[in-house]
């Protein structure tokens, strides 16, 4: 009898200690948001991609390109340069992350050999051609948006939570975000765009996903633009955590070299 009196109260404390408060924590839109978020890709990030753009008639465009990312708490800096091919080589994109604000962000035009700022107005607009905007090339912070989980369904052989994501406010061209979010990595592996008058327009997905260094990588990834019927892949094929990148990379002085 004692011996399953101590059992039940070993297990009481192994409850208590592991969950907030000594209660569970019922899974919500907003802790599911903030668990994505928040997900660990160490404190910097190099990445080397190939991208090619895909047109209706299935003409291809070949790019590679390379991404430098660093994170200062929960903020982050984000570098980017294409390689190739030389219509493109050398075009550069810097977003700096602002707590409680939209990202700042610059373009680098060799033609033109100055940098300029990406303005609000044009957030919606494509860069460089992409089937990405401005908009999409910044996290998308859980507080700008109301979160509820609509269900739990399977995709691409990955369980996942459904959740459906809604501007707080006229902040984004869309007018909600339906994310499949992998229960094992906390990874959206796709999410639904839809524009202001409900219509699903884009979709991104994740067709890979490992472990690389500790860390869940999405390495090969598609984005759906469903109205122009055009797409952008891309493929990590080089990637390094944790390089202790120097700051200065992430600077208009460095875009503009």
């Given at each position: 009898?004692?011996?399953?009196?101590?059992?039940?109260?070993?297990?009481?404390?192994?409850?208590?200690?592991?969950?907030?408060?000594?209660?569970?924590?019922?899974?919500?839109?907003?802790?599911?948001?903030?668990?994505?978020f928040n997900v660990d890709n160490g404190i910097d990030r190099f990445i080397k991609t190939d991208m090619v753009l895909v047109?209706?008639?299935?003409?291809?465009?070949?790019?590679?390109?390379?991404?430098?990312?660093?994170?200062?708490?929960?903020?982050?800096?984000?570098?980017?340069?294409?390689?190739?091919?030389?219509?493109?080589?050398?075009?550069?994109?810097?977003?700096?992350?602002?707590?409680?604000?939209?990202?700042?962000?610059?373009?680098?035009?060799?033609?033109?050999?100055r940098s300029r700022r990406i303005v609000s107005s044009q957030k919606n607009i494509r860069f460089a051609n992409t089937d990405?905007?401005?908009?999409?090339?910044?996290?998308?912070?859980?507080?700008?948006?109301?979160?509820?989980?609509?269900?739990?369904?399977?995709?691409?052989?990955?369980?996942?939570?459904?959740?459906?994501?809604?501007?707080?406010?006229?902040?984004?061209?869309?007018?909600?975000?339906?994310?499949?979010?992998?229960?094992?990595?906390?990874?959206?592996?796709?999410?639904?765009?839809?524009?202001?008058?409900?219509?699903?327009?884009?979709?991104?997905?994740?067709?890979?996903?490992?472990?690389?260094?500790?860390?869940?990588?999405?390495?090969?990834?598609?984005?759906?633009?469903?109205?122009?019927?055009?797409?952008?892949?891309?493929?990590?094929?080089?990637?390094?955590?944790?390089?202790?990148?120097?700051?200065?990379?992430?600077?208009?002085?460095?875009?503009e070299e």
């Amino acid at each position: 009898m004692k011996r399953l009196v101590f059992k039940l109260l070993f297990l009481t404390f192994i409850l208590l200690a592991f969950t907030p408060n000594g209660y569970a924590q019922e899974l919500t839109g907003n802790i599911l948001a903030n668990k994505v978020f928040n997900v660990d890709n160490g404190i910097d990030r190099f990445i080397k991609t190939d991208m090619v753009l895909v047109d209706k008639n299935g003409s291809e465009r070949k790019r590679t390109l390379e991404i430098y990312s660093k994170d200062r708490g929960e903020l982050s800096k984000t570098f980017l340069e294409f390689m190739s091919p030389a219509d493109i080589k050398n075009t550069r994109f810097l977003s700096i992350e602002v707590a409680g604000n939209d990202d700042i962000q610059y373009l680098y035009l060799p033609a033109l050999g100055r940098s300029r700022r990406i303005v609000s107005s044009q957030k919606n607009i494509r860069f460089a051609n992409t089937d990405y905007t401005y908009e999409d090339m910044q996290r998308r912070r859980p507080e700008k948006d109301a979160h509820k989980i609509t269900g739990q369904e399977q995709y691409n052989g990955y369980e996942c939570y459904v959740l459906e994501s809604v501007p707080n406010e006229k902040n984004s061209q869309y007018s909600k975000r339906v994310s499949w979010i992998d229960k094992k990595s906390f990874i959206a592996v796709r999410i639904d765009l839809y524009d202001k008058k409900s219509k699903k327009v884009k979709e991104f997905l994740v067709k890979d996903l490992k472990q690389i260094q500790g860390f869940w990588t999405a390495t090969q990834t598609v984005m759906n633009d469903l109205k122009a019927d055009h797409r952008t892949d891309m493929q990590i094929v080089e990637i390094k955590y944790d390089q202790n990148m120097d700051d200065t990379m992430f600077s208009t002085r460095h875009l503009e070299e």
